[in-house]
């Protein structure tokens, strides 16, 4: 194919256009790749021409096509574990908390 043709005949993008964004990107692409690519592209461009060409002028904007809503359950307190406890198990405690190594150069 040659580099300056369209891929289609009524195509926006030539395999140029995609050699150049590839050399631009200083991506290697051998020439099925080009073919393929430029294909690809064309077909994408394709769709957004068809998105931009709808009318939607009565369209109100969204952020979102469904509401948001908030799924999370209640914040109840629930039953706790006995600290004592918990802490036994812990390598190391003091002072009714876990000991832990020091953090990005703490003083212990």
Known sequence: MDQSTPADDD???T????????SL???????DELDRF???LADILGHAADIEALDLDDVEP???PVPLE???????????FDRDA???????AEDGQFRVPPVL???P
């Open 11 to 13: 195509a926006v993008i």
């Open 15 to 22: 395999t140029a256009d995609v050699a150049k964004v590839a």
């Open 25 to 31: 990107a200083r991506l290697r692409l051998e020439p």
């Open 38 to 40: 430029t294909h690809q």
């Open 62 to 64: 969204m952020a979102r």
């Open 70 to 80: 908030n799924v999370l359950r209640a914040d109840v307190p629930g039953p706790t």
């Open 86 to 92: 918990v802490l036994s198990q812990a390598p190391a």
């Open 105 to 107: 150069g703490e003083a």
